[in-house]
């Protein structure tokens, strides 16, 4: 066996030992503990009492398995199926991104507007992060959520019935899209990364994480954008808002798809690294 007894203490050692060269040990503390919840429910402070506990060859293996992906540098929320998005636990696997902390950025600042949203949709939902969070936030708001991607919106509706949120889920592709109703809300975090982009990911991005949802022509990187702002002028109420999670590099190339008599209070909005992340605008 790859480890010298089966106490949890001598599994832990060599997941830490494993992983030494590929993260640090507050990375691999925080990921034992997670795979320590996942396989046995217990809690942290349960953990640490039971290091003396024998396991089983079936939870050696367990280790082992995530080790060997991690290695692989596959997302360690591919590896636990899960993760933690404004306050939901979501199902999280290759079909759509995975949720990250600065589409939670996104989330709050439409949540501080002080606005009572009553019909949202967005677009480019992929495991529908977004749909689901403001559902949670604005419970009396119809909520809706479009992905050209069948797979995405799959999991989108598996993430709805394990949140128990009411949320439509619908395969749309949303360049060529027309809606039919009007809204007080349209979000989404769209594709924009440019291709000629792909050089400088990381592998667990680039390798794992679906493309469909990552990038756009280097040509034209504010595709999604021109299309979402034209949807949004036949769609959205008047005073309604638009909000839109961008690339850094065109923040001031997407405001100005704005410029004209459509939209007021057009801003940019940092995240809490100091990215231009966010465009806020709301309707005339």
């Not at 439409?110 to 949202?120: C, P, S």
Request: one cysteine or more; aromatic letters at 10%; charged letters at 25%.
């Amino acid at each position: 066996m790859f480890v010298a007894d089966n106490r949890l203490a001598t599994a832990k050692k060599y997941f830490f030992e494993a992983l030494a060269a590929f993260f640090s040990p507050s990375e691999c503390k925080q990921m034992w503990l997670v795979l320590l919840e996942k396989r046995f429910g217990w809690s942290q402070a349960e953990q640490m009492l039971q290091m003396e506990t024998r396991v089983s060859e079936s939870d050696l293996l367990y280790f082992r398995s995530a080790v060997k992906r991690l290695k692989a540098q596959e997302p360690f929320q591919y590896i636990v199926a899960d993760t933690l998005f404004a306050g939901l636990v979501l199902k999280t696997d290759k079909r759509a991104l995975i949720p990250r902390p600065e589409t939670e950025e996104l989330v709050a600042l439409v949540a501080n507007l002080g606005v009572e949203f009553k019909a949202i949709i967005d677009l480019c939902t992929g495991s529908g992060c977004i749909a689901l969070a403001l559902k949670k936030k604005f419970p009396n708001a119809v909520v809706h959520g479009l992905d050209l991607s069948a797979d995405a919106i799959a999991l989108a509706k598996e993430n709805a019935l394990q949140t128990k949120l009411d949320v439509e889920f619908d395969v749309a592709d949303v360049l060529n899209w027309n809606s039919q109703q009007l809204f007080d809300l349209i979000v989404s975090n769209p594709p924009y990364i440019p291709s000629q982009e792909k050089e400088l990911m990381q592998a667990n991005v680039l390798d794992f994480e679906p493309h469909i949802a990552l990038f756009v022509p280097d040509n034209d990187p504010v595709l999604f954008y021109r299309r979402m702002i034209q949807i949004a002028q036949e769609s959205l109420l008047p005073e309604a808002y638009l909000a839109l999670e961008i690339h850094e590099n065109f923040a001031l190339e997407t405001k100005a798809l704005f410029d004209g008599s459509h939209f007021k209070n057009v801003q940019i909005h940092r995240d809490l690294q100091g990215k231009q992340r966010m465009i806020l605008a709301q309707k005339v």
